[in-house]
């Protein structure tokens, strides 16, 4: 029943590929993979968090990432910003090594972590200065690319507000808009719609959606609806390991019964359950 | 550079923002004010007692800057044991405490640059501190020109030059202090236990030459030259040597050094 074997291979094709075309270092070129990742192995002390990951994310790709609590979700997305090193394997982003060249691949990634790096202490205008000011924004397009974080996100309202006082679906919307802060080229979001009120996820998805093509994406979720919402791809992992990585339509057909079509939660607790 | 000043900029408004920097700078001119009216009273006291000998040669020996300024500048260092670690602590202990430090490590800026926007403000800090203790000679100087403290007009003026070396000292040593605070911070996770280590490593600076009494030679030289307040003396009294400058620089070379390699350290594991 459970027949994963070819799934443990996800991407290994496209590996060969893209091993052509970005020998060295560089910017990717269009339609090369954005994101690669190879056999990327992460152990805290005895507990194996993730082991031999592999994927690859296109330039434009929209990328969900499902696995059960402790799967491995944070720690991957941790290791692709560089905040930590990998045990063993690799990962590029935009052809950049994340641990030889960090500064060029953060050039190129917003991240927002699963808890919202913010300084209670500080306004959310203060703070989304701060982030614009590390992120290089030049000083002339400060004001409107803060204005555009804020919009996207909502946040307009409350930019005076000391972060302290926000509540938690607020905390989440100015956590996501230092994440878009510069229009990076690649977004790492982990878990972006905790605690958002239903009609900011639909803007979320609105704004997911309209990022398709020229950005790229990964976001990790536990909420399958929004991943069939926005995502073109979906990778499961399950204890540290890939037990899928396809897009929506590749998975629905590999796990179809005879009679019907199962859903993507019905292949999540077929794939993702221990 | 520019991100370093950023980092700066955000540090001093926390600081600012928040009580933290008010209450230290206020329990500092509180304290200090305490022991300069002390150092005063006494002036005055012996002031009046040489008066009362009709000695005038002897009045000639009192003046406000070796009896009042100098006691003071000293005794603040005291002050600066106390109140750097509650400043330092924060710096890099309380970015891995709430998560934030997963955004300075994953924007594109150097540990360096952290490091450096965070003993940037440290010294701002110090700078602070060190202007508001000015004020304590000013005073002097004011009302000591104008006569009312002294009942004769005996002594000199502030002797402007030593007072300068002496708050030279005072930043010196409190930058000293905040790049141990700064290195420790970047250690641990809590703020606790970064203001208890940075406390007790400064407080045995401080102490060493304690010892350096009952000793002899070479070690007595030793224990002199690696205590602190050996080298804010040499400040306070107006003559620095070169040795004095090299001990508080490799204070402030040394932690903001190590504080770079522990946060670069973060990369590796
Ligand atoms: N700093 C750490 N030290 C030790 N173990 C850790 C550390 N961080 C994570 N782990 C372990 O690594 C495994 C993967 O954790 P991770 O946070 O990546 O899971 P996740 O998929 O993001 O889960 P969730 O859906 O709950 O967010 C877990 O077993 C976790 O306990
Ligand atoms: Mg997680």
Redesign the interface.
């Known amino acids: 029943m459970h027949d994963r074997t070819p799934l443990f291979q996800c991407g290994v094709f496209k590996m060969r590929r893209s091993r052509l075309i970005a020998a060295g270092n560089g910017n990717a070129s269009v339609g090369d993979d954005m994101i690669e990742v190879r056999n990327l192995t992460k152990r805290y002390r005895d507990l194996v968090a993730i082991d031999q990951v592999s994927f690859d994310v296109q330039k434009g790709e929209i990328l969900g990432f499902l696995g059960r609590n402790g799967a491995g979700k944070t720690t991957t997305m ?1 290791i692709l ?3 930590l ?1 990998a045990s063993s394997g690799t990962a590029k982003v935009a052809g950049f090594d994340v ?1 030889e060249q ?2 060029e691949v ?2 190129r ?1 917003g ?1 927002l ?1 699963e ?1 919202p ?6 306004t959310v205008y ?1 703070y989304l200065k ?2 614009a ?4 924004v030049p000083g002339a397009k400060m004001k409107s690319e803060m204005e555009r974080v804020a919009n996207l996100t909502s946040v307009g309202a409350v930019m005076d507000r000391v972060i302290a006082n926000l509540s938690k679906g607020y905390r989440q919307r100015v956590g996501l808009a ?1 994440a878009l802060l510069g229009d990076p080229e690649v977004l790492i979001l982990d878990e972006p719609t905790v605690g958002l009120d239903p009609i900011q996820v639909r803007e979320f998805r609105d704004l997911i959606r309209s990022l398709a093509g020229k950005h790229t994406v990964i976001l990790s979720t536990h909420i399958l609806s929004e991943i069939t919402a926005t995502c073109q791809r979906v990778l499961i992992i399950r204890q540290g390991k890939v037990v899928a990585c396809d897009d929506l339509g590749g998975l629905a057909k590999k796990y179809q019964e005879p009679n019907r079509e199962l859903s993507l939660e019905e292949i999540f607790v077929k794939l993702a359950e221990n | 550079m ?2 370093a000043l ?2 700066a ?2 540090e001093l ?2 600081y600012f ?2 009580p933290t920097a008010y209450a230290v700078f206020c329990g500092m001119t509180f304290i200090a004010g305490m022991m300069f009216l002390a150092a005063l009273g006494y002036f005055q006291s012996m002031s009046l007692q040489f008066l009362s000998y009709q000695q005038p040669q002897l009045l000639e020996h009192l003046n406000l800057t070796d009896m009042v300024v100098y006691p003071l500048l000293r005794n603040v260092g005291v002050i600066f044991l106390f109140m750097t670690p509650f400043l330092a602590m924060r710096l890099v202990a309380e970015e891995k405490r ?13 540990p360096f640059e952290i490091m450096l926007g965070k003993y940037l403000a440290a010294l701002a800090l110090m700078a602070v501190a060190v202007g508001l203790l000015g004020l304590f000679p000013a005073i002097v100087s004011f009302f000591g020109s104008s006569g009312t403290i002294m009942s004769s007009g005996a002594g000199s003026p502030i002797e402007w030059s030593t007072v300068f070396s002496g708050l030279i000292g005072l930043f010196l040593v409190g930058g000293a202090m905040m790049a141990v605070g700064l290195f420790v911070s970047s250690l641990t996770e809590s703020v606790v236990v970064a203001a208890l280590v940075t406390f007790v490593v400064l407080l045995v600076m401080w102490i060493l030459n304690w010892q350096a009494g009952r000793m002899e030679g070479v070690a007595r030289q030793v224990l002199d030259y690696l205590s602190m307040p050996t080298h804010l003396d040499a400040f306070a009294k107006g003559a620095p040597a070169l040795k004095d400058v090299v001990y508080f620089a490799t204070f402030m070379i040394l932690g903001p050094f190590l504080t770079e390699r522990a946060i670069e350290a973060h ?3």
């Open positions: 941790r910003t560089g905040f090193p641990f960090p500064l953060k050039r990634v991240y972590p808890q790096p913010l300084y209670l202490d500080m203060a701060f982030v000011q590390l992120k290089g230092q | 520019r991100n950023a980092i900029r955000k408004s926390i923002t928040t709430s998560r934030t430090f997963e955004l300075l490590m994953t924007v594109p800026i150097r990369r590796w594991a």
